[in-house]
């Protein structure tokens, strides 16, 4: 659809934001809803003046990105009760000109790791406890899961466990020792971008789970994937959890179902132009 006079705005806010695959699926999207709307990328620095501007401009929803997911709830109107569990939003929707924000990632992440096996009762164990851990672990243990969190920085494991019924320890060999489950989910950054041959958690480790997920998505197959897959472990990419929370957006945004094929197609093209193009 050509944009008109009547074409409604969406967008995502982040600093920096040009990588971003939002874009690519949700216009996909709009597209194949047949919905009179577009989705840009903004480049924000000043949240305030973006956020100001949204609301005068009437942008109808929009997608946050780092730095700004934790520092935006300010400036909403509502924040939904999960999301400020969590202490970030990633979603905002426009309502009446009220902005409300929530999270998609908790959902996300649940939706990405059913697609190999319901978490229900699960023993899983989190590798993680930055932003995104905040998110999988109120996931979990909302979808039924009991939770173990692993963090370098052991307090921090500490923190968001004890915040969520779950049980914490640090991420080296003897602080593993006693730990296993059915599932694990790496939410570290480690094994992502310059340093693809890191592996969070010791390789022998990972052979004590049958499904293993990873939320960095690149590289696509992080060395943890490869270990896990070497030791006859199901896995999960990073982009499937960068699908399900988009496709929740999506729902949010729209109150229809989302065209998720549709949206698995843009992202799995845009992910294929930008490694032809060298960067990742
Ligand atoms: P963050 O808030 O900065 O947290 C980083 C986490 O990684 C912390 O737990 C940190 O431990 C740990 N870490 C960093 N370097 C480490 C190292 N060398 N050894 C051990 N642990 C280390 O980051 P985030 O926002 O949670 O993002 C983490 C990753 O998730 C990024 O790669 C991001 O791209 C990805 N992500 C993916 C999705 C998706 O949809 N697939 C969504 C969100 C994020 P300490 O606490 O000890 O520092």
Same mark, same amino acid.
């Given at each position: ?6 074409t409604?705005? =969406?967008?995502i ?9 939002s874009?690519a ?6 597209? #194949? ?5 577009? =989705?840009?990328?903004?480049?924000? $620095?000043d ?6 501007g949204a609301?005068?401009?009437?942008v109808?929803g929009?997608?946050?990105t780092i730095?700004?997911k934790e520092?935006v709830m ?6 939904d009760e ?9 979603t ?7 902005l409300?924000?929530? /999270?998609?990632?908790?959902?996300g ?5 059913e697609?190999?096996l319901?978490?229900t009762?699960?023993r ?7 932003g #995104?851990?905040r998110?999988v672990v109120?996931g ?7 939770v173990?969190v692993? /963090?370098?920085t052991?307090?921090?494991a500490?923190?968001l466990? #004890?915040?969520?019924?779950?049980s914490?320890s640090g991420?080296?060999a $003897?602080?593993l020792?006693?730990?296993s489950g ?6 570290? #950054?480690v094994g ?7 592996i969070?958690?010791?390789? $022998?480790?990972?052979g004590?789970f ?6 960095? =998505?690149?590289p696509l197959?992080t060395?943890l994937?490869?270990?896990?897959? $070497? ?5 999960v990419n ?5 699908l399900?929370?988009a496709?929740?957006q999506?729902?949010s945004?729209?109150g ?12 799995t ?5 930008r490694?032809a193009?060298?960067?990742?």
């Amino acid at each position: 659809m050509i944009p008109d006079a009547f074409t409604e705005l =969406y967008g995502i806010i982040g600093h920096p934001v040009r990588h971003s695959l939002s874009p690519a699926m949700h216009n996909a999207a709009f597209r #194949s809803a047949g919905l009179n709307a577009v =989705y840009l990328a903004f480049d924000v $620095e000043d949240l305030a003046g973006a956020l100001e501007g949204a609301r005068a401009l009437g942008v109808k929803g929009m997608s946050v990105t780092i730095p700004h997911k934790e520092a935006v709830m300010a400036h909403l109107d509502e924040v939904d009760e999960t999301a400020r569990r969590i202490g970030a939003v990633n979603t905002v929707v426009n309502r009446d000109n009220r902005l409300f924000g929530l /999270n998609t990632d908790a959902v996300g992440a649940v939706r990405a790791l059913e697609e190999a096996l319901p978490v229900t009762e699960k023993r899983i164990v989190v590798l993680g406890a930055g932003g #995104s851990a905040r998110a999988v672990v109120a996931g979990l243990v909302s979808a039924g899961a009991s939770v173990h969190v692993a /963090n370098r920085t052991v307090e921090k494991a500490r923190t968001l466990a #004890s915040s969520w019924g779950a049980s914490w320890s640090g991420l080296d060999a $003897e602080a593993l020792k006693g730990v296993s489950g059915d599932v694990l989910v790496n939410t570290t #950054s480690v094994g992502m971008g310059p340093k693809p041959d890191a592996i969070p958690v010791p390789p $022998e480790f990972v052979g004590r789970f049958q499904v293993v997920m990873d939320i960095v =998505y690149a590289p696509l197959k992080t060395m943890l994937l490869a270990v896990a897959e $070497e030791h006859g472990a199901a896995t999960v990419n990073g982009l499937r959890m960068l699908l399900h929370q988009a496709v929740a957006q999506f729902e949010s945004w729209t109150g229809k179902e989302a065209p998720k094929k549709v949206m698995e197609e843009a992202l799995t093209e845009a992910v294929g132009r930008r490694k032809a193009e060298g960067c990742k």
